[in-house]
């Protein structure tokens, strides 16, 4: 009995012993579960995704060029922007003014500012440049200096930026897009000279002194897009050699004064030889803002 008892102990301990020694299956855990081992995986590199104006140098992929055309009377700016990339760029401008021109003396004295008397329209230009191609302003100056005088002949320097925000869509500095160039404004008119402008409002007086060809000049008066005094006749007290005292008295029509722009005088005589104007010299009577 003993026998059989001990024979029945060793066969149920026997089938313990194989239950806790047998193989049993785990089920996965998910990854990032929060129970168990965390199963590491390799994430994938990130993809470099081209934001626009995402090139830090975009903006030195844009050149700013000048170039200046002096005459006896007047200069001409050249402005223009060429996209050297093999891509296409579109820059930005936030308002109607596209660019700004400083002149400074050879003391580096600003003596003419092209927006100082100007009115541009708020709105924003975006300008598309494809691979090569140039974007071209011309700008006249007629030697005036911030008070609308006629700036004396000598060594200049002209410096042109242009007013772009952003390239791209990517902000930029101010005057990023900038240039600068020298140049020489030419001996002044041979025909009028201490021009000055007294008066307001309609109402001016001009006085200087002239020399001219059997002592007949010329003046007329612009607001910056038509006549409003048409070309007049005005004769000197004697003619050339001699310089010879003159007044104007000049009436503007009320309902042609500008309310936003300038009046500018016209002085000049003309050839003798074809009628053309000769020794035109400009002279601001009023700005208007």
């Known amino acids: 009995m003993r026998k059989l008892l001990l ?25 990032n579960s929060g129970g168990g081992e965390k199963v590491e995986t390799e994430t994938p590199p990130e993809q470099n995704i081209e934001e626009p104006g995402g090139d830090e140098n975009v903006v030195e992929k844009l050149q700013t060029n000048l170039s200046i055309k002096t005459g006896e009377n007047e200069a001409i700016f050249t402005i223009s922007l060429k996209n050297t990339s093999e891509d296409t760029v579109k820059v930005t401008i936030p308002s109607g003014q596209k660019y700004e021109i400083v002149v400074t003396d050879a003391n580096g004295k600003e003596v003419y500012r092209y927006s100082i008397d100007k009115m541009f329209i708020q709105s924003i230009e975006e300008i598309e440049l494809k691979p090569g191609e140039e974007k071209v302003w011309e700008e006249p100056w007629e030697y005036t200096s911030n008070d609308g005088s006629r700036l004396a002949a000598g060594e200049y320097k002209a410096i042109v930026f242009l007013t772009a925000s952003e390239v791209n869509g990517q902000q930029i500095e101010n005057n990023a897009l900038q240039v600068e160039e020298s140049f020489s404004i030419p001996e002044g008119n041979t025909a009028f000279r201490n021009v000055q402008v007294l008066g307001e409002n309609g109402e001016y007086k001009v006085t200087g002194e002239v020399r001219v060809f059997e002592a007949t000049f010329f003046y007329a008066v612009e607001d910056g897009h038509d006549y409003v005094i048409p070309e007049t006749v005005q004769m000197a007290s004697e003619g050339a050699p001699a310089w010879a005292p003159f007044e104007i008295n000049i009436t503007i029509p009320k309902d042609k004064i500008p309310t936003n722009g300038a009046l500018i005088l016209h002085l000049y005589e003309r050839s003798a030889k074809d009628g053309s104007i000769t020794n035109l010299y400009y002279a601001k009577l009023q700005q208007f803002q």
């Open 7 to 31: 024979v029945v102990l060793v066969f149920v301990m026997s089938l313990f012993i194989m239950s806790g020694c047998g193989t049993t299956t785990e089920e996965a855990l998910p990854v």
